[in-house]
């Protein structure tokens, strides 16, 4: 990135492309909002004011100190604020040239699978709508939820967990396979056996591929057909799976509710490019194979 006066400005950037990431305009947004009249006013008399008010009820050392950190803390205020801008900026332009429909506030996803269920809390950060891949529509998303604990002093504390998740709808296979999920493996494979035994609603899905069973876990309802699974599970769909697929990702599907997913949020083009690829990946593959 350069130094923020060879920052391209907004406008720039969407002329000749998209910026790698939500980082990419803060330095020109910083340099920018520290140039305003405005800006330096405030944090100028903000600074007088502390300084004024420690030397005369305090001392000159602290007063000057005050000053000092309140000087920091506009700057630190400055520079959050020119990172939000950057941020925004980013995502309306990695939108637009998506062909996505952009919203920055707060939304919700459908409960329709586990992960959009989980928590005390849950919500969309920035939502994406529109084409996902080739004949794929559908919703691409910063996801959070949020889990509230008490710990051994009686203090709540909030937990957050991240994801970006693509959802879309694949109602093609929804009778054929009404529950789908191919989860990151974790934990020790020696304790399979035993989790198996205490689960009732789903089972776990073995194929003939050590390399996939060594990266996931796959699980189905128990009436699901095996050998409808085997067939969506071909060769070419298990490569894809293993080697092509974004780090850490899983997906679930439930009733024809897709939801393809990765741990935090991508700031990125290319790692909201890699969900939304998998996205259409995984749903042109069960629609491929339902239509079968």
């Known amino acids: 990135m350069g130094s923020p006066e060879t920052e391209p400005s907004v406008t720039e950037v969407a002329a000749t492309g998209v910026p790698d990431d939500a980082d990419d ?31 005369i009820f305090i001392g000159a050392l602290v007063g000057a100190g005050g000053a000092i950190v309140t000087l920091l803390l506009g700057v630190v205020i400055v520079f959050v604020i020119a990172d939000q801008r950057a ?37 969309t950060e920035r939502t994406m709508t529109g084409r996902l891949a080739d004949s794929v529509h559908g919703t691409l998303a910063l996801f959070t939820y949020e889990e509230e604990t008490t710990n051994s002093e009686g203090q709540s504390e ?6 970006t998740v693509g959802f879309t709808q694949v109602d093609e296979c929804a009778e054929r396979v009404p529950e789908l999920y191919c989860q990151r493996k974790f934990g020790l494979r020696a304790l399979e056996k035993f989790e198996d035994v205490f689960r009732t609603k789903k089972e776990r899905v073995k194929l003939e591929s050590e390399v996939l069973d060594r990266k996931y876990e796959i699980f189905a309802g128990t009436e699901q057909d095996a050998v409808w699974l085997r067939r969506l599970f071909s060769p070419t769909f298990i490569v894809w799976l293993t080697d092509s697929a974004p780090d850490k990702f899983a997906f679930e599907l439930v009733d024809g509710n897709l939801c393809c997913y990765v741990n935090g949020h991508q700031d990125d083009a290319e790692g909201l490019d890699s969900v939304a690829v998998a996205t259409g990946a995984v749903a042109t593959r069960l629609r491929e194979e339902a239509l079968e």
């Open 87 to 123: 941020a925004n900026d980013f995502f309306e332009v990695y939108a637009e040239q998506r062909g996505l429909t952009l919203i920055h506030e707060r939304g919700r996803l459908p409960q329709a699978t586990p992960l959009l269920r989980k928590g005390d809390d849950r919500y």
């Open 158 to 163: 909030t937990n957050y967990y991240r994801y």
């Open 25 to 55: 305009l803060r330095g020109y947004h910083f340099s920018r909002l520290m140039r305003t009249p405005l800006t330096l006013v405030l944090i100028a008399a903000l600074t007088a004011v502390v300084f004024v008010a420690c030397l």
